[in-house]
């Protein structure tokens, strides 16, 4: 089964911006949407950004504007640009293939105010 490694997170201040990188062990281009998702503590895990094999994207309400999901099948990469990065952003960042049920440990995000 393929596996995705989520990096890139970290520490930074309101404004800011990461660029968060999730790189399978295999090919990716059988999946149709592979998504971003993020989980706070005491909340619910949440949509942040999805992109499926024609290029289509769709994003959360809140990330609109300020994030963008690119995806690169020949490199099993799916990377995410973060900026203008608040300090509600804070989360654990999980790349995966929900279809699948196959998601990645994620990376930690932190903004500070």
């Known amino acids: 089964q393929v596996q995705l490694v989520e990096s890139g997170g970290g520490l930074v201040q309101t404004g800011g911006s990461l660029r968060l990188s999730c790189v399978a062990s295999g090919s990716i281009s059988g999946f149709n949407i592979v998504a971003w998702f993020r989980q706070a503590p005491g909340k619910q895990r949440e949509l942040v950004a999805g992109i499926n094999n024609m290029g289509i994207t769709t994003y959360g309400t809140s990330v609109i504007g300020r994030f963008t999901i690119l995806r690169d099948d020949a490199m099993r990469s799916v990377p995410l640009q973060m900026n203008s990065l608040k300090p509600e952003d804070t989360a654990v960042y999980y790349c995966?293939?929900?279809?699948?049920?196959?998601w990645g440990r994620g990376t930690q995000v932190t903004v500070t105010s």
């Open positions: 995966g293939v929900p279809a699948e049920g196959i």
